[in-house]
Structures are given as structure tokens and as C-alpha cells.
């Protein structure tokens, strides 16, 4: 879970970090179902700084994405958003900008685009997008250099640290990261899966990115995800 300040005066807010997604959404007032919950959320009423990005901001409201969108019969002409997940859950509401502040420094960033969420059933306080797309958090705050390192220490009740930009530097061996021409996703070259120390006999191709390809290739890694799921291959040759 990462922490964030945003608004005027700052609110702390919560969302998990993960690279497998491309926009920043947050659990807003207003929610569907928000009487009782637990979870944190942002209260945008109290912040001076707040803004709804109206539709005719063709920069920060990008229609053609397919999860962001404008409804005619919406007199606001806000600029809607709508997160799926592989799960089937759904977050939804409208995409807004406030001022963020990130620790130690306390450094401010201005026009900082998220998702304000007011329907959806999903526990959990936010997302924060660290993906390479347009409105991820390192493209945000860094956007000429848009790097970030993050290190999960054994001990778990220790406070991990999330580093973005210059100091975004880490020492030991580097692992090449693919980028692929139509998806935001970071791809990893792999070549082979070992259990128990032994090769497991799955062909590479497997593993493979299609740099071409519409569909699900190539080894996404996904620091939303807690599991590894890998397409189906017949590990066997057939008897038939």
C-alpha cells in the first residue's frame, strides 16, 4: 500500500502500487455503499485545490483510451473513467486533478490526474497506476525521465520505500525491461520456469512478447498481482 497527500489543505490517502495499471483512481466521497466502510477516502469537497476535468480537455480526458469517456446526456460534460480488472470488479466516476505531495521532501506537484471513484464495490482504499502510460504516477511526476525503484524489505512489518525520478537508484545487477509499441505493460525477458531446481519443459516461445500483437503474449510483471498465471500449454505430447 502507498501513501499520498493530495489536496489543499493535504489529505492522506492510500492506494495499492501497481504496474500493471494505467491510471490512478481513489475512493472519493460520495461513494456507492461508502456508509460503514472502512476504507479510506478522499474527501474532495474539503479541498480548495480540486478539480473535475471537463471533456473538452482532450489532453487529461483521452476518449480514445477506452476507459475514459463523455456521456451526451451529461449536462457537466465531466470526463468519466471506468477501471475493469481480470477479477470482473469495476471502478467508476470522473477523472480529476489536485495538488499531491509526496514525503520525505514534501515536494508539490500541481494538475496531479486521478480517477475520483463514487461507484464501485471493491475494498480497497485506490489504485496508483505505475504503468507506462500517459496518466501512471512515475509519467506524472517524472514525465521526461520517468523512473521509479521500489524495495519489499524480509521483515514485513518494516515500512517499504517507493523512489521516483534521479533518485530512483538502485546497486546490483540490472534485468532488461521490454517495452511493447501498443501496450503499456513493463515485459521481462524469460526463458525457462524452474521447480525444485529442475526445468520445467515448456517451449520459450511461451514467454515470448509479441511487439505486433493484440493479445495476451510476452511475461507481464505486475506488482498488482499476487499469483503467476501463465497461458495454457500442453506440457505433453498428444496420445491421439
Keep these: 500500500m502507498m501513501e499520498l497527500y493530495i489536496g ?41 485545490s480540486y478539480k473535475v476535468i471537463n471533456c473538452k480537455d482532450k ?56 480517477g475520483c471513484s463514487n461507484d464501485n464495490a471493491i475494498e480497497l482504499p485506490g489504485i496508483i497506476g505505475a504503468s507506462n502510460s500517459f496518466f501512471s504516477i512515475p509519467k506524472q511526476l517524472f514525465p521526461d525521465d520517468p523512473k521509479f525503484s521500489y524495495c519489499i524489505p524480509n521483515d514485513l512489518t518494516k515500512t517499504s520505500l517507493i523512489k521516483f525520478g534521479d533518485d530512483a537508484n538502485l546497486a546490483g545487477n540490472p534485468i532488461k525491461v521490454l517495452r511493447h509499441r501498443k501496450k503499456h505493460y513493463y515485459y521481462l525477458d524469460v526463458y525457462g520456469i524452474q521447480i525444485n531446481r529442475e526445468d520445467i519443459s515448456v517451449d520459450p516461445s511461451v514467454f515470448k512478447m509479441d511487439p505486433n500483437g493484440d493479445g495476451y503474449s510476452g511475461f507481464v510483471i505486475d506488482s498488482g498481482s499476487t499469483a503467476t498465471v501463465l497461458p495454457s500449454y500442453r506440457l505433453w505430447p498428444s496420445t491421439r
Design 8 to 48: 489543499k489543505p493535504a489529505q492522506l490517502v492510500y492506494g495499492i502500487f501497481d504496474t500493471g495499471s494505467d491510471i490512478i483512481w481513489l475512493q472519493c466521497e460520495g461513494r456507492v455503499g461508502q456508509l460503514g466502510t472502512v476504507v479510506t477516502y478522499y474527501n474532495q469537497s474539503k479541498s480548495s
Design 59 to 114: 489532453i487529461n480526458c483521452q476518449t480514445k483510451r477506452g476507459d475514459m469517456g463523455c456521456r451526451r446526456d451529461d449536462p457537466s460534460n465531466n470526463c468519466n473513467f471506468e477501471a475493469e480488472y481480470i477479477s470482473g470488479q469495476i471502478a467508476k466516476g470522473v477523472m480529476s486533478s489536485d495538488v499531491t505531495t509526496l514525503k520525505p521532501l514534501w515536494e508539490e506537484y500541481q494538475d496531479f490526474v486521478f
